[in-house]
């Protein structure tokens, strides 16, 4: 295990180093000091403040809040392969989102919610059935799980391309794509405050649910025995995986695979502990998600790639392994 001086050493040097590479690399390439010096050069200010800064903060928000739900997922299910795309939750949101965006609410039920709302509606309804049909008399079955998450998606995916192609508005598969694969390019500042308190919210939460998290590790029978309210806290961790990940899917669109690669990461370096793995899972999400998103808009010459479909690639292979690993496990 590393020292954990050292851990946020290594960490804040390298969300520096992150946010730099974020604000300087694009189609447009800044200098690491005109980066600190923007207000000389309204050009330079502006693509600084207006279109790169808020999309880096965005990812770093997004980011860190997958992974930390991507944690609260596999302590509930107590296994490595739960996460919230994995799960259904963000394809739940997708749908909810889209729904409202496109129009096909209820005119009484589209003026009472707002879009983050509707996404934490189909996120919660989603996970909701998946664990309804997971949850056996003694335990979740994982098996039981990830079919359940696999159905509810290919559900809402298909709920998703109904809307898109009954839609009468012309731009409605563009958006929707959106939606499905993922992206940061439509970020600005108005998205910020809504994803940072319900993420930044969310994290503070978990860690200080820590002591809990870690006694539902060795099953929900010892955790009950050592006074920990079992059923309330499955509860609250479902409203909360709904609530961070639809928020977060109405700012960003579906990534998946993130709150899967993460949390598996660093419980190799800092262990299973949920007082250092819960922030640490927050800070190397937001950092991972900043370079694939770096990745996503410069690997092909003058156009961007969705940032969904690299941790597609990236997260498939990792997901296909983690089911080898488990061996037997997953067929409980």
């Excluded at 983050?116 to 989603?126: D, H, M, R, S």
């Excluded at 899967?260 to 922030?279: E, F, Q």
Aim: aromatic share 6%; charged share 10%.
């Amino acid at each position: 295990m590393l020292r954990p001086w050292l851990t946020g050493c290594a960490l804040t040097a390298a969300v520096v180093v992150t946010v730099a590479a974020g604000v300087a690399i694009g189609s447009a390439e800044i200098a690491a000091s005109d980066v600190l010096e923007v207000l000389g050069d309204p050009t330079i200010d502006r693509i600084v403040w207006s279109l790169r800064m808020p999309r880096v903060v965005l990812a770093m928000l997004v980011g860190g809040g997958l992974s930390i739900i991507g944690v609260a997922m596999q302590t509930l299910v107590r296994n490595p392969l739960a996460e919230p795309y994995v799960l259904g939750i963000s394809g739940g949101a997708t749908a909810g989102a889209s729904l409202f965006y496109l129009g096909f609410l209820p005119p009484v039920l589209s003026k009472a919610v707002s879009m983050p709302v509707a996404a934490f509606l189909g996120g919660l309804g989603t996970i909701v059935i998946v664990y309804l049909v997971a949850r056996t008399e003694s335990h979740v079955s994982v098996a039981r799980l990830l079919l359940a998450g696999v159905a509810m998606s290919a559900l809402t995916s298909s709920i998703t391309s109904f809307v898109t192609f009954s839609s009468p508005e012309p731009d409605a598969l563009r958006a929707v794509l959106f939606w499905l694969l993922g992206s940061f390019s439509g970020a600005r500042w108005a998205l910020i405050p809504g994803a940072a308190i319900v993420t930044l919210a969310g994290t503070i939460l978990l860690t200080g649910l820590a002591r809990p998290l870690d006694a539902m590790l060795m099953g929900e029978e010892p955790a009950y025995h050592l006074g920990v309210p079992v059923e309330a806290l499955k509860r609250g961790l479902l409203v909360l995986a709904a609530l961070v990940t639809g928020t977060l899917v109405s700012t960003s669109g579906a990534i998946g695979f993130v709150g899967l690669i993460v949390p598996h990461a660093v419980r190799m370096v800092a262990g299973v502990t949920h007082r250092t793995l819960i922030p640490l899972s927050f800070l190397v999400g937001a950092l991972f998600m900043v370079w694939a998103d770096l990745a996503a808009r410069t690997l092909l010459p003058a156009q961007e790639l969705p940032v969904g479909i690299l941790t597609a690639i990236c997260g498939v292979p990792f997901f296909l392994w983690l089911l080898r690993r488990q061996g037997t496990t997953t067929s409980s």
